[in-house]
Each structure stands twice: as structure tokens, then as C-alpha cells.
């Protein structure tokens, strides 16, 4: 995409979302460490995470912004309106949150949340790993990408369809290693690359994946994390 309106105010010249639309409904806010919920005070972890046990497999989460105006509209067009070339922009939100640089540079492989082989044939294309191929453009010092080291088991239905409880019971043994890149992943340090995360529980199976497969560590970075009800 290049110059033209941005979609966001309509001014014109513009990239896709213009600087002042990033400022005005982009703010940087506190948030949870580990699953990136919105915090309004000082702590580190939220409620849920602090009940967690601390060893679990994902030990980082980074949202760029919150799922809510623009960015949900915005987000609905490169996922469900056959919009990939969405990716570039919104992966540039992503490389501008504080956090990036560091998870970028503490990352051996940059990995995708996959789709059901059904839901990628219907779409035509995985949004996490055209965000992959994006932030790489964007940040050319960026560790590779491993494009099909995770492979999602079973074709259950889309997580945002779902309530909360399904959400979680849904995910339960979601994911696997692909035998294939097994030893890539061993001793390693990985980046989980998604969309939006909601309850986290897509993002915490998929990183429990990973380190049954020997990753040393596994981190998340993702468009937007959802506003608790």
C-alpha cells in the first residue's frame, strides 16, 4: 500500500493509517507482561496472570495497541475481507510498539499462530504470517521466519466466534510441532507472531507446543489485545 487516504480520518496524502491517527488512537498504555491486558495501575501482572503458575510455557506477550476503534475495523479488513496487503501497515504498528525491538532482538526464529488447513484454504492466506513476512520487510535485522514450524490439530471453529470458557476448552492440545523443524526449534528462542490475542489462550497453546519441542523460550507479539468485559 502505498500513499493515498488514510483509512482512519480520510486525509489525504496519507500512508494506509496516517502518523496522527497513530497518535491519536494509539497511546501507549501499561500493560500485563505476560498476556498484555490493559493495566490501570503499576503492577506488572494482571489478576489472572498473577494466579498463573509462573513456569508456564509463553513468559512474554506485546500488544501494539488495544482491540477496539480503529484498529478492530482495520484488522476485520486484513482478516475476513480478503485484504493481505493490510499486513505492512499494521505490521508497522506492531515494529513501533517500545517492546519490539527488544523481543526482535532476543528472538532466534520467528514463528506464526497457524490456521486449520480448512480455515487456510477458505481465506487463502495465514494474516500471522504475512505479519511475519511484513515485520521482516520492515526490520531487515529481524531473526527469520519459520513459516510452518507449528501445525494446528483438528479444524475447530474460529476463537473470536467462541465465548470466553469454549475459548479455552478449544485450544486444550491445539497445536504441534511440525516433526519436520523440530531440531530448529530445539534450545531456541521463539517469537509467536498473531493478530489480535483475546484470552490468550490460543497464544499460551501454541507456546506450549513450542517448548514441548525444546524451544528455550517462547515470546508473543500481536496486533491487539482485546479490552476485558
Not at 502518523?19 to 488512537?25: A, L, Y
Not at 532482538?105 to 505479519?131: H, I, K, M
Not at 490468550?200 to 468485559?229: C, D, E, N, W, Y
Request: aromatic content about 6%.
Amino acid at each position: 500500500m502505498g500513499p493515498g487516504i488514510c483509512q482512519v480520518c480520510g486525509r489525504w496524502p496519507a500512508q494506509p493509517i496516517c502518523d496522527g491517527c497513530v497518535r491519536r488512537f494509539g497511546t501507549p498504555r501499561m500493560r500485563c507482561i505476560t498476556c498484555a491486558a490493559p493495566l490501570s495501575r503499576t503492577e506488572t501482572l494482571c489478576g489472572a496472570c498473577q494466579t498463573r503458575d509462573p513456569s508456564l510455557a509463553l513468559c512474554r506477550c506485546v500488544a501494539a495497541m488495544d482491540y477496539a476503534y480503529p484498529w478492530d475495523n482495520l484488522i476485520a479488513r486484513f482478516k475476513f475481507r480478503d485484504g493481505p496487503g493490510w499486513a505492512r501497515p499494521l505490521a508497522q504498528l506492531m515494529s513501533q510498539a517500545s517492546d519490539t525491538p527488544a523481543l526482535l532482538r532476543s528472538s532466534d526464529w520467528l514463528v506464526p499462530v497457524p490456521l486449520s488447513p480448512g480455515r487456510l484454504a477458505s481465506r487463502g492466506y495465514n494474516q500471522a504470517w504475512e505479519l511475519v513476512k511484513a515485520l521482516r520487510a520492515l526490520q531487515p535485522d529481524s531473526p527469520p521466519g519459520l513459516a510452518n514450524a507449528l501445525v494446528r490439530l483438528g479444524d475447530a471453529p474460529d476463537q473470536h466466534s467462541l465465548p470466553r470458557e469454549q475459548r479455552l476448552r478449544n485450544l486444550r492440545g491445539a497445536f504441534a510441532a511440525h516433526p519436520d523443524h523440530v531440531a530448529r526449534l530445539l534450545g531456541r528462542k521463539v517469537l509467536l507472531v498473531d493478530d489480535v490475542s483475546t484470552t490468550g489462550a490460543t497464544l499460551r497453546s501454541a507456546a506450549f507446543a513450542l517448548r514441548q519441542a525444546g524451544a528455550a523460550q517462547v515470546q508473543a507479539l500481536v496486533i491487539a489485545r482485546t479490552l476485558p468485559h
